[in-house]
């Protein structure tokens, strides 16, 4: 029975097993950018705001759009890294609506008075939190907005004090 035999080089040289690990470590480095940050007024956290980030140059790539939670924190991802210009939508109304029963009443948010449960039972402390009209109008427009981030790959913070 014959037996063939490839006959492989002992060595590879050093350029090419370079050139090959080059290659295959091309595509594993991702270019993503993520940005976090809190955007406040000087009343406190925007609740509800529309965080928008769109690229500076023209027909550029990139940028993102988040909402604010109830803290004023957002996070947006994006696959084109660069220079954004930056600017935050007030929140379409003043925030939750409450119902509104027969007679327009309105639903309380603690126990009934006479249930003997201590005063303040249920009750959520207020939190300062900004209304739309709280931001300044030159930051809730893509052409007046001063505010620019250089978005890099990776993670990184970008927090708006709206003054």
């Known amino acids: ?3 063939h035999r490839i006959a492989l080089p ?7 097993l370079v050139g090959f690990l080059a290659l ?15 955007v406040t007024t000087k009343v406190g956290p925007v609740v509800g705001g529309t965080v928008v980030y769109v690229s500076a140059e023209e027909g550029g790539l990139g940028g993102g759009v988040a909402t604010t939670n ?5 996070t947006i ?8 210009k930056v600017y935050v939508s007030p929140p379409s ?3 939750p609506s409450m119902p509104v029963f027969a007679g327009g009443r309105q639903p309380s948010n603690g126990p009934p008075k006479d249930s003997g449960a201590p005063e303040g039972l249920g009750k959520m402390p207020a939190k300062k939190v900004s209304k739309p009209t709280d931001i300044p109008k030159q930051y809730t427009d893509l052409k007046s907005t001063p505010l620019t981030f250089e ?8 927090n708006l004090e709206l003054k």
């Open 1 to 3: 029975m014959n037996t």
């Open 10 to 16: 002992r060595r590879v040289p050093g350029s090419l």
């Open 24 to 38: 295959g470590l091309a595509g594993c480095g991702s270019k993503k950018a993520t940005v976090t940050g809190v």
């Open 70 to 74: 109830e803290e004023g924190k957002y």
């Open 77 to 84: 991802t994006s696959a084109h890294p660069g220079l954004m």
């Open 93 to 95: 109304s003043g925030g």
């Open 151 to 158: 978005l890099k790959p990776g993670n990184q913070e970008n």
